[in-house]
């Protein structure tokens, strides 16, 4: 078994290959070779029999993304992209690398003759957008309001007519927002739910740029690795011909992440959160769904915590050691 990971320097690309060198196995075959490409080095060591190669490079640039596939992979976990707040701040690259990386990608595997790898392809919730219903079912219209969520949608559409015309055997998996991210704050506009937890565990301020009455869905990073892990061994006819699905995950409002927080980490961690509002995250949170039915995906079999103090707690033990701060 060969596998491809792209954008595997991100922080879910990261967690990715762990599980993969952890396990050794996808789709019921020995992993023998893993490649991890992005525009910078992934860190990762051969381990278990497993070769481990760095790739560095551009999807979009002529010929990039044939040279990726050369080897033919037998699975691709496409995650490369633009977070959104930086693909609506810079329109340009969102487009460049959401949209035309993605395409040459699914180019050079269509162009590979008798190639037909299984590739998951990691999409958005942004796929949507408002006015919602209270909870969202899965036929629900995709008509997204911003920059990344367009980007998002195009891809699908192009990953569901490949697969259609048997170029390739595709999954997209919409992801909610992933959270409680570890490391440092990147540019999704996003990034506050998780920094509202993350920074106060670790005893710094934290700054909330919405109402705590905002409602969102959310999954813990080990969730969207056990999504795209799932992806890749689904069977492909058990799916059928809608090839995006929309995740599971955990629908609250900012003042219940909070309250999870207080009963997890107690008062003088709360006591860190700041409220101070940011009219352009504000911009673009209150066009963004809400909470999902997601029933598709859990026939599925696709799961994901059912609370958010079981996010937080994922956290504490997979960043924290376990350790709740005093």
Not at 230 to 243: F, M, S
């Amino acid at each position: 078994m060969h596998i491809l990971v792209t954008g595997a320097a991100g922080m879910i690309g990261r967690k990715l290959t762990e599980r993969l060198l952890k396990t050794g196995t996808l789709r019921g075959r020995k992993i023998a070779s893993l490649d991890l490409h992005d525009i910078v080095p992934a860190q990762a060591a051969s381990t278990g029999g497993i070769a481990v190669k760095a790739l560095t490079g551009d999807l979009a640039d002529e010929g990039a993304s044939a040279r990726l596939i050369e080897s033919r992979p037998d699975v691709i976990f496409h995650l490369a992209g633009v977070v959104s707040g930086e693909a609506e701040a810079n329109f340009d690259l969102g487009y460049r690398v959401n949209l035309v990386g993605s395409k040459a990608l699914f180019d050079a595997v269509r162009l590979t003759e008798g190639y037909t790898p299984r590739l998951v392809f990691a999409s958005s919730i942004a796929v949507y957008g408002g006015p919602f219903p209270d909870v969202i079912p899965d036929d629900f219209q995709q008509a997204p309001l911003s920059s990344y969520g367009t980007q998002k949608l195009m891809s699908e559409l192009v990953l569901t007519d490949y697969t259609r015309r048997g170029f390739m055997d595709g999954i997209g998996i919409r992801f909610p927002t992933i959270c409680v991210r570890p490391g440092k704050p990147n540019k999704a506009a996003s990034g506050f739910f998780s920094g509202i937890i993350r920074e106060p565990l670790d005893g710094k301020e934290a700054l909330l740029p919405v109402p705590r009455s905002v409602v969102h869905t959310h999954a813990s990073p080990r969730a969207a690795v056990n999504f795209l892990i799932h992806g890749a061994e689904i069977d492909g006819a058990e799916v059928g011909p809608r090839r995006n699905i929309t995740m599971p995950g955990v629908g609250v409002t900012v003042g219940e992440q909070i309250e999870a927080l207080r009963r997890i980490a107690g008062e003088k961690v709360v006591g860190l959160i700041r409220e101070e509002h940011d009219e352009a995250v504000w911009g673009l949170v209150k066009n963004w769904p809400t909470r999902f039915e997601a029933k598709r995906a859990r026939e599925l079999g696709f799961q994901a915590e059912t609370s958010f103090d079981e996010i937080v707690r994922a956290h504490i033990e997979d960043e924290l050691g376990g350790k709740v701060p005093v």
